[in-house]
């Protein structure tokens, strides 16, 4: 998200997670935003900041300035770099989820996630594509039956509104939020809110097939 009318307006649904992409490369970076805007939005809202192999002290300014309650790491980060990143923050006596993204694709070795599970607080599965995400490609999510580990995760990558109701049935209580982004778009960063809502109404009338979290 980064326009202040289509933020208002998704406010209104009442999102689980909304995101900020402060990846320069994106065509959906934020290079500032109102924090008081931020501010003003329902505290039950996870304003979460997307990073691509951002340095550890450029985050921690971010965090702090729009008020951050989640982190995003979408690049190449390590282990090491988690947990440095999570010492950090708590030594600024800051406490925010971090999620952990990895690009997947049918090569995709999931035994790298074991040495993750301790510093992170969720995996997020993306299509696996040089930009870092944001491709607008849906992967096969067969390949998620590779992933044995029980840490929750964002399920994302080319999401459309005609995928909602399939992601609804799927039985696996890992998975904990839906991403959507680029293929509910009418612009980079400018959500279509009617398909919005409709995703929203299928998501929360679909019973205990539901994903316990939505993000935008």
């Not at 008081?36 to 550890?56: K, M, P, Q, R, Y």
């Not at 996630?113 to 999510?141: H, I």
């Not at 809110?193 to 019973?207: D, F, L, P, T």
Request: charged share 25%.
């Amino acid at each position: 998200m980064r326009e202040r009318s289509n933020i208002l307006e998704l406010s209104g649904l009442k999102p689980d997670y909304m995101g900020l992409i402060f990846y320069p490369k994106s065509a959906r970076f934020v290079d500032h935003i109102d924090a008081d805007l931020l501010s003003s939005l329902a505290d039950d809202i996870i304003i979460t900041g997307v990073f691509v192999n951002e340095a550890e002290d450029s985050i921690l300014q971010k965090v702090k300035q729009y008020n951050l309650k989640a982190i995003q790491l979408h690049g190449d980060e390590t282990p090491q770099y988690c947990y440095s990143l999570r010492q950090a923050l708590s030594a600024s006596n800051i406490n925010v989820q971090m999620i952990k993204a990895f690009g997947v694709d049918s090569h995709f070795q999931f035994d790298i996630l074991g040495s993750y599970v301790a510093v992170v607080d969720y995996f997020l599965f993306d299509t696996k594509s040089s930009s870092y995400g944001g491709a607008g490609v849906k992967f096969d999510w067969e390949i998620l039956k590779g992933y044995s580990l029980d840490k929750p995760y964002f399920l994302s990558g080319g999401i459309s509104l005609k995928d909602i109701s399939e992601l609804t049935m799927i039985e696996d209580e890992r998975l904990y939020a839906i991403d959507i982004n680029s293929r509910f778009e009418s612009a980079p960063a400018v959500k279509n809110m009617e398909q919005v809502r409709i995703a929203v109404q299928i998501i929360r009338n679909s019973g205990n097939h539901t994903p316990q979290r939505n993000q935008y």
